[in-house]
């Protein structure tokens, strides 16, 4: 297993959209349809943004917004704000009840 | 409101064994719908998934990690517990504690993590 790749850094100013990218292997991700995002404030807990590639959980901004096509999955931040300012990560449900992440990428609201 | 709390040492020593337990609260731990796993962040690098453990008791590990890695579960106390052998310091890192949704839904529930450093 090898981490799915990230672009290290996405940058965007306040109120602009930006996507984060999430590609692996075949061996990596068994079904982009499981794939869930966190967001990482450092110092603090992960927090789930997406689960089952695209769905939200309850108390997650519709701002938030997850997709996928062959083999990358993407997430969408849409009307950035400064607190989106944060590492986020992808990760996959990898075969044999096993799970990798992805390399992860910082956000930087300009 | 479920909340979950890893503890354990700070420092061990390298090739001692990593021990560390998750108190869960608010909630059961022995939930068909979820799994229990411990991920790690070393300094300045991603998150790693270790391993995980249902509450039957069956546990999948990563497989870089297997044959270091030791997951359980006691009910009794809403606690599972993660053990490493042989640590170096690469294993140096934040380790947090996660519920897993079954049905691969994603790590819903953390807690905020302790800092494990391996050093003599």
């Known amino acids: 297993q090898s981490a799915l790749t990230q672009p290290s850094s996405v940058s965007g100013s306040p109120g602009q959209s930006i996507t984060i990218s999430c590609t692996g292997t075949s061996s990596d991700v068994v079904n982009y349809n499981l794939v869930s995002w966190y967001q990482h404030h450092p110092g603090k807990a992960p927090k789930l943004m997406i689960y089952e590639g695209s769905a939200r959980p309850s108390m997650i901004s519709d701002r938030f917004s997850g997709s996928w096509s062959g083999n990358t999955a993407s997430l969408t931040i849409s009307g950035l704000q400064a607190e989106d300012e944060a590492d986020y990560y992808c990760?996959?449900?990898?075969?044999?009840?096993?799970?990798?992440f992805g390399t992860g990428t910082k956000v930087t609201v300009l | 409101q479920l909340q979950l709390q890893e503890s354990g040492p700070g420092v061990v020593k390298p090739s001692e064994t990593l021990s560390l337990t998750c108190t869960v609260s608010g909630g059961s731990i022995t939930s068909k719908n979820h799994y229990w796993s411990w991920i790690r962040q070393p300094p300045g690098k991603g998150l790693e998934w270790i391993g995980n453990i249902y509450y039957s008791g069956s546990t999948y590990y990563t497989p870089s990690l297997k044959s270091r890695v030791t997951i359980s579960l006691d009910s009794s106390k809403t606690q599972f517990s993660l053990k490493l052998n042989s640590v170096t310091a690469a294993d140096t890192a934040v380790y947090y504690c996660?519920?897993?949704?079954?049905?691969?839904?994603?790590?819903?529930?953390w807690g905020q993590g302790t800092l494990v450093t391996v050093s003599s």
């Open positions: 990760c996959s449900f990898a075969g044999g009840n096993t799970y990798v």
């Open positions: 996660a519920r897993e949704v079954s049905g691969s839904s994603g790590f819903d529930y």
